[in-house]
């Protein structure tokens, strides 16, 4: 029996940056408790998906860059197991921190397991029921071999629990990402995001795309991209392209279709504090993403989802996420509907408060293993 005291967290891609960034903030308070050390596996790496995020939020260097980078499911799979198990056998962690559902969590997760390190999962419990997607299948690996397992939302400790994990490894902490959305929101007042692209406060929509099922299969990506240029004839929309939708749209010969639009404006992925000033004033968000889906209920901005599914379903019962999936009509109504109405109510979710962290740290420092 002990505590948890020597900390490997790590982040791998561009939505884990601001779970990790809240929780190391909040475990550097208390360094005569931890000694934590911060691993990037370098799952995503270019500049603007990777250090843009690091200055941002100011998070610290990692104590080790892992550099797996891209590739197929399994090539990247095993590239970070192989590199994480050198780390975990360096360092002798007594806790794994991961978080989210990318292949790194999960790679992370399987990794200590193995070694006998305990594992603790932040963001554990979502459920999609989506086995097509890559990210399902790292969620419940993930949770079926971690010992720790926080969720965002109460929906997350139902999940688990029917898959028969034990309730006692299972805490309802609220939601780290929206720690970091509240703690970063005071610094976009200066910012002048919108007057660099040329848009004005709710009259403009934010488009992101990167998910296999809406930019890898031409037809679909086709569609989304034609109601794309007539929704953007009635309010201009900005879409920072994320690079596998820019390898699609290149190969696929779209480019040329966008570059005469006026109102389709198309830029490089921009960091965190242009994309939250970006939807703070947007009339809606058009999205595939989870983290999306999240930040839009927090800023009171609709949000059309493009996808049949969620693991995100507190986003709708708190009023403002609709789920429309990809086929044009249903995108165009979703719009149109949105446009013609002004008011939206939407609810804060439970323990979406910035302090989820902490509740962590404070669970962490009383556990005994
Ligand atoms: C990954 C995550 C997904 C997350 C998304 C956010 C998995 C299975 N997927 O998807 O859950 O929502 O990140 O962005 O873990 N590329 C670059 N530069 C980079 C990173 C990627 O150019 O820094 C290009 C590469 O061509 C790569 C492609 O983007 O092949 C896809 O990257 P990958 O990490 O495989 O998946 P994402 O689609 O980014």
């Excluded at 982040?11 to 990790?20: E, H, I, L, T, W």
């Excluded at 193995?114 to 419940?140: F, Q, Y």
């Excluded at 900005?238 to 939708?245: A, G, L, N």
């Excluded at 779209?254 to 921009?270: A, F, K, N």
Aim: charged fraction near 20%; hydrophobic fraction near 40%; charge should be negative.
């Amino acid at each position: 029996m002990g505590r948890y005291r020597n900390l490997v967290v790590v982040a791998g891609a561009r939505p884990n940056y601001m779970k990790v960034a809240p929780l190391l903030r909040e475990l550097h308070k208390h360094p005569d408790f931890f000694h934590t050390r911060f691993i990037h596996t370098g799952q995503h790496y270019d500049a603007g998906m990777s250090d843009v995020f690091f200055q941002d939020l100011e998070i610290p260097l990692p104590d080790q860059f892992l550099g797996v980078g891209s590739g197929s499911h399994a090539e990247q799979t095993a590239k970070v197991l192989v590199a994480f198990e050198q780390v975990c056998l360096k360092e002798q962690p007594d806790l794994v921190v991961v978080v989210g559902d990318v292949n790194s969590t999960m790679a992370c997760a399987i990794t200590s397991k193995k070694l006998c390190i305990p594992v603790a999962h932040v963001e554990a419990g979502l459920r999609s029921g989506d086995w097509t997607m890559p990210e399902e299948i790292n969620r419940v690996v993930t949770d079926a071999i971690s010992d720790l397992l926080f969720t965002p939302s109460r929906d997350g400790d139902q999940n688990l629990l029917r898959e028969g994990i034990p309730a006692e490894r299972i805490h309802f902490v609220g939601n780290v990402m929206i720690d970091c959305l509240l703690e970063q929101l005071p610094k976009i007042e200066t910012r002048d995001t919108l007057k660099q692209f040329g848009l004005e406060a709710d009259r403009y929509a934010t488009l992101t795309l990167h998910r296999p099922s809406n930019v890898d299969v031409p037809s679909v990506f086709t569609g989304i991209i034609q109601v794309m240029l007539e929704l953007s004839k009635l309010l201009p929309i900005i879409w920072p392209v994320h690079p596998r939708s820019r390898k699609m749209m290149e190969q696929l010969g779209l480019m040329h279709q966008i570059e005469g639009s006026q109102g389709l404006r198309l830029t490089d992925p921009v960091g965190y504090l242009d994309m939250l000033a970006l939807n703070r004033r947007a009339r809606f968000i058009l999205t595939d993403s989870g983290g999306l889906q999240e930040e839009a209920t927090v800023l009171g901005v609709p949000c059309i989802t493009l996808r049949e599914n969620t693991e995100r379903p507190v986003t709708i019962e708190a009023g403002g996420n609709r789920l429309v999936g990809n086929h044009p009509d249903s995108i165009r109504s979703a719009a149109l509907s949105f446009l013609s109405a002004n008011n939206h109510a939407i609810r804060i979710p439970e323990f979406w408060d910035g302090k989820a962290a902490e509740r962590i740290v404070a669970i962490l420092m009383r556990f005994e293993s």
